[in-house]
């Protein structure tokens, strides 16, 4: 779909963990925003100040979308998010990017997840599974705390409900491992992934997490471009 200038009015307003809010869209205009899971919409501050942010809803739901934020970094964009209320209106720039699942692709997927990183894949899985994706596909998920670790739980019942999803999750505070993402995730990473034949990896979150991943991989015999990522911060 090619992007467009969009309105939409904020409906709900979710706070996930302290610093993890939800907020759901309903589009205005146009009444119904067609995108691929793992793309994102553009928020404006100003001629050239915008603030990404993925959608984290499925293209199941094309008239309401649902934006997931970390407020954290404090910046233009968290306390835009932080004082979203419902009846807000919302104009926004979407849908954009290419990190998106490609179907066709016969490979096993690997998901890498630093954090809020975790909203495109979230709707990538939660879209494939609810679509009759078949395949086996695991998904290594690192955060700071167990509160950080959003969309946990929606992981744990796709586990439970597809035999072929495997779903690793790891916080720092209560392991003795690493205490980064990028160690985390690059450890769990080596460890998930013994032989790269017939795999392809979507990893997203911090840049220096991207790189740590992708080496591993790539060690391993993985081709840079079976690598799909996306930088959020
Ligand atoms: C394609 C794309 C999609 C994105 N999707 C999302 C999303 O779905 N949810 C979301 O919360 N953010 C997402 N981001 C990040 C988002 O665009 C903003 O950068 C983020 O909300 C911080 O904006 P800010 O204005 O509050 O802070 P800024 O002033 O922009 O950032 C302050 C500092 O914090 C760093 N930073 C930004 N985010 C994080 C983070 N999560 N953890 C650690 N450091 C960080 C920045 O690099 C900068 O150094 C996405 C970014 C990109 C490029």
Redesign the pocket.
């Known amino acids: 779909m090619k992007p467009r200038e969009c309105r939409a009015r904020v409906e709900a307003v979710r706070r996930l963990s302290p610093e993890i809010l939800e907020v759901d869209l309903r589009m205005e205009e146009p009444a119904a925003l067609e995108f691929d899971a793992g793309q994102?919409v553009s928020v404006p501050f100003g001629p050239k100040t915008v603030?990404?942010?993925?959608i984290a809803s499925t293209p199941q739901s094309p008239k309401v979308l649902t934006?997931?934020?970390?407020v954290?970094?404090?910046?233009?964009?968290?306390?835009w998010f932080r004082g979203l209320e419902p009846g807000d209106q919302v104009r926004f720039k979407g849908p954009l990017?290419g990190f998106v699942f490609t179907r066709a692709d016969p490979r096993c997927p690997l998901f890498v997840a630093e954090?809020?990183g975790i909203?495109p894949i979230r709707s990538m899985l939660t879209w494939l599974y609810a679509t009759g994706f078949g395949r086996p596909a695991t998904l290594a998920y690192w955060a700071r705390d167990p509160d950080w670790l959003v969309y946990d739980a929606e992981f744990r019942s796709l586990v439970r409900r597809y035999p072929g999803f495997a779903y690793h999750p790891a916080v720092a505070s209560t392991s003795d491992g690493p205490s980064d993402g990028a160690s985390g995730l690059a450890a769990a990473v080596d460890r998930l992934v013994p032989d790269v034949t017939r795999r392809v990896a979507y990893v997203c979150g911090?840049e220096s997490m991207i790189h740590r991943v992708r080496d591993v991989l790539v060690a391993k015999g993985l081709d840079r471009k079976s690598v799909k990522w996306?930088?959020?911060?």
């Open positions: 994102w603030r990404a942010y993925s934006l997931c934020a970390d954290a970094p404090a910046g233009i964009g968290s306390e990017g954090e809020i909203v911090g996306e930088k959020f911060w």
